[in-house]
């Protein structure tokens, strides 16, 4: 299982804004079925490749079809195959380290 954090800024919208791009893009995330959890910076999704690279390309699309004339896209992807992963695996291992 991948863990994949996606930042999709649209470009020449002519406003400062982009929340209702965001949205948009967050909305096909939560639609996909695959967990998914909306950030300040970016929105993050886990699940298979075959699954992900999909919606990433959907998600990239998304702000050309409300209008967006340039989309900047950031992807960092965490494919970790040794064994499974999860978000909020992640976070609990960090978190131990606290104690």
Do not use: N
């Not at 298979?48 to 990239?60: A, D, T, V």
């Amino acid at each position: 299982m991948a863990i994949v954090e996606i930042s999709v800024t649209p470009l020449g919208i002519g406003k400062m804004g982009v929340s209702e791009y965001v949205a948009g893009c967050v909305k096909l995330a939560q639609e996909s079925g695959l967990s998914c959890q909306l950030t300040p910076m970016g929105t993050i999704i886990e699940g298979e490749i075959e699954q992900l690279f999909p919606l990433l390309q959907r998600m990239h699309e998304s702000p050309f079809a409300a209008g967006a004339e340039r989309v900047s896209t950031l992807i960092k992807i965490d494919d970790r195959r040794d064994r499974k992963h999860s978000m909020q695996g992640k976070v609990d291992s960090v978190m131990e380290k606290f104690k």
